[in-house]
């Protein structure tokens, strides 16, 4: 069975500071990843997915997440958080074709 | 981009009611659509699979009865609360997996907010 880990339940950021949101996933095999994001009354949006090949991955607004495959991790940073990023983050895992697993979501709160 | 669209995005009914909830993608085929429940300062919980022409895959603990899923077609997939009471209340979200273009992206519907009076 897959399951993911996000330890940080509510973060609180001043703008311009960097951002680290941990992911840790558990699955034997190949794995899809993804970060999604909800803002505030809207619907989730996908910020970012790695299937495979560099495992640097950069989405959109200047995020970017790392799978370390070594450390089963996935976590989501930005260099420099702006207030219009305060939202709820959910990292994702899909063990190929299986059903998504999603993490318990970090409320991101960025103070201007 | 992918879409995938719910409908209706709220809907309220009375208690003892059957509602139904449809799931489209919009442009692209999905065999595979899975429907979810969001429970207030809770994550997603998924409820069930759907699968295009067979029967849905329900995660333990849903009631197969009271939560009906169809997917009759490869662009939609309905969710239908039988029997509605109101802890039925909450909100439902559907999403679709892409095989195509955009290489096995899941994609997400809207949500619908169905409160149970």
């Known amino acids: 069975a897959q399951s993911v880990s996000q330890h940080n339940h509510h973060v609180i950021l001043s703008e311009a500071a960097s951002l680290e949101l941990g992911c840790n996933y558990s699955?034997?095999?190949?794995?899809?990843l993804f970060w999604y994001v909800q803002y505030p009354g809207q619907h989730l949006q996908l910020l970012l997915k790695?299937?495979?090949?560099?495992?640097l991955v950069k989405g959109i607004k200047g995020f970017e997440a790392e799978f370390i495959k070594s450390k089963f991790s996935f976590n989501l940073r930005k260099p420099s958080v702006q207030w219009s990023d305060t939202a709820e983050y959910f990292c994702?895992?899909?063990?190929?074709?299986?059903?998504?697993?999603f993490g318990t979501g970090t409320k991101l709160q960025v103070i201007p | 981009g992918a879409v995938v669209s719910q409908h209706p995005s709220r809907v309220i009914c009375k208690s003892g009611t059957s509602v139904k909830i449809e799931c489209r993608s919009l442009?692209?085929?999905?065999?595979?659509m899975f429907w979810y429940r969001q429970f207030p300062k809770k994550s997603l919980m998924l409820m069930a699979t759907?699968?295009?022409?067979?029967?849905?895959?329900?995660e333990q603990g849903v009631e197969k009865d009271k939560f009906l899923i169809n997917h009759a077609s490869l662009t939609l997939s309905t969710l239908t609360v039988t029997s509605a009471h109101p802890e039925d209340s909450s909100f439902y979200i559907c999403?679709?997996?892409?095989?195509?273009?955009?290489?096995?992206?899941?994609?997400f519907g809207e949500g619908s907010w169905l409160t149970v009076v």
């Open positions: 999403s679709a997996r892409d095989t195509g273009r955009s290489g096995n992206t899941i994609y």
């Open positions: 790695y299937f495979s090949g560099d495992p």
């Open positions: 994702a895992v899909s063990g190929g074709y299986q059903k998504v697993t």
């Open positions: 759907s699968n295009e022409g067979s029967k849905a895959t329900y």
């Open positions: 699955y034997g095999g190949t794995v899809n």
């Open positions: 442009d692209f085929q999905a065999t595979t």
